[in-house]
């Protein structure tokens, strides 16, 4: 009887101990880049980070190691209900482990809930809300590379420093834009400037002559855009037509892309400041992986920032579950490891993720050069200024995060 008992506490330790090692050794992983693939947001999303998340597989390394990892990619619509149905099926049923891009910023606030109830990963690249690392902040989410707060401390400060102290605000109608005026509005008036009126718009205008209007009989010297993607294009196109810049006021790219910046032209474009944190010719290193993508595209375009993000999210996870020595297929877990490793690679450079979920790298700001100033396609930017990580996202001491406060 003595010896049964041993026997079987012996084979029950045993059995824990090999589930154990079994899990520790689970070297699967399955991505999902939830994005806009059809919309106003494709050209800086879309298939360029489906993309972008099969290089970060291919340059990792982990298919040597044993690992097996499979990317799927779906389009929200900009349709939060329609993205949170893909995210429930794709979490119970395909067993997504992390979510990438996730463009949209109401479609992003309404995954971050689901993923923190499921315990998965998102590592947002595309929406731009500062909420999700302030009030909205999660242990199981990573905003990594641009948010509201930092586009209106580097852009509405540099403007409003240069003489640009009244302001007009065009605004999407919905998180995203009224995040960025909010965010914009708050730096303007500290910096000693007014905010004089504004005016909101659906999402995926394509008539803001009503809205131009407005904004130009308001005489504001600043019309700040708090739109995106096909939105800010449009704006911009038809300012043109209204002769609004050469009336003398200003238009505030609040959130530019370089696929925004190629829509419109260098004519038309030429001129405008705006803030991103990653440029294709930033860098030896950015030059390099801009070439691999650009071959790889369809219609040859470099990388957009959100794209540049979705690749080095993924470089930074996988550096993480290799350390772990496999994927315990637990969020919270991982992505409290990945804030304990200093972020490394060639995109964005080195940098941390803080304990709101908040990576920090430096933010540019750039403006787009005249056609003559251009020495072949994509060249577009020229840098003006930039601003260290330390100080272009909101101060931890000002958040309102409550992982901040544990």
Not at 25 to 49: E, H, M, P, W
Not at 66 to 76: E, L, N, Q, R, Y
Not at 100 to 120: H, P
Not at 243 to 268: E, N, P, R, W, Y
Request: with cysteine.
């Amino acid at each position: 009887m003595k010896h049964q008992i041993s026997a079987l506490f012996l084979g029950t330790a045993l059995a824990l101990a090999t589930s154990g090692v079994a899990l520790a050794q689970d070297k699967t992983v399955k991505i999902g880049v939830l994005t806009d693939n059809s919309g106003l947001y494709s050209d800086l999303g879309g298939a360029g980070s489906t993309l972008a998340a099969q290089m970060a597989v291919e340059d990792s390394g982990l298919a040597a190691k044993g690992w097996k990892i499979d990317v799927i990619s779906a389009d929200h619509q900009n349709k939060p209900d329609i993205a949170t149905t893909i995210a429930r099926q794709w979490i119970d049923v395909e067993k997504v482990d992390i979510f990438m891009d996730v463009l949209n910023s109401g479609v992003a606030l309404a995954v971050n809930n689901l993923v923190k109830e499921k315990n998965s990963i998102m590592i947002n690249t595309g929406a731009a809300t500062s909420d999700l690392t302030n009030a909205q902040c999660s242990p199981n989410t990573i905003h990594w590379v641009y948010d509201t707060y930092m586009l209106a401390n580097s852009t509405g400060q540099a403007l409003v420093k240069a003489g640009g102290d009244t302001w007009y605000f065009l605004t999407a109608d919905y998180a995203f834009g009224h995040a960025l005026e909010r965010d914009t509005t708050a730096v303007v008036v500290k910096a000693g400037g007014k905010v004089i009126g504004g005016v909101k718009h659906p999402l995926n205008s394509s008539d803001f002559s009503s809205f131009l209007l407005q904004a130009q009989a308001s005489k504001a010297k600043i019309i700040g855009m708090a739109n995106a993607g096909g939105d800010t294009t449009n704006t911009i196109k038809q300012a043109s037509e209204f002769g609004i810049v050469a009336g003398g006021q200003k238009l505030a790219g609040l959130l530019l892309f370089i696929t925004d910046v190629h829509s419109l032209g260098l004519k038309v474009a030429q001129g405008l400041n705006f803030t991103e944190t990653f440029y294709w010719d930033l860098n030896d290193g950015t030059r390099a992986f801009s070439k691999r993508f650009s071959e790889r595209m369809k219609n040859k375009a470099m990388p957009s920032m959100v794209q540049a993000g979705v690749y080095s999210g993924l470089v930074h996870y996988f550096k993480t579950i290799d350390a772990m020595g496999g994927n315990p297929h637990d969020g919270a877990k991982v992505v409290a490891k990945m804030k304990e490793m200093p972020t490394d690679d060639a995109l964005f450079g080195k940098g941390t993720i803080r304990a709101d979920g908040r990576k920090i790298h430096p933010a540019y700001l750039f403006e787009v050069k005249k056609p003559a100033e251009s020495k072949g396609p994509w060249d577009y930017y020229k840098l003006i200024g930039t601003t260290p990580g330390d100080q272009a996202f909101r101060p931890l001491s000002e958040s309102a995060c409550a992982l901040v406060k544990k």
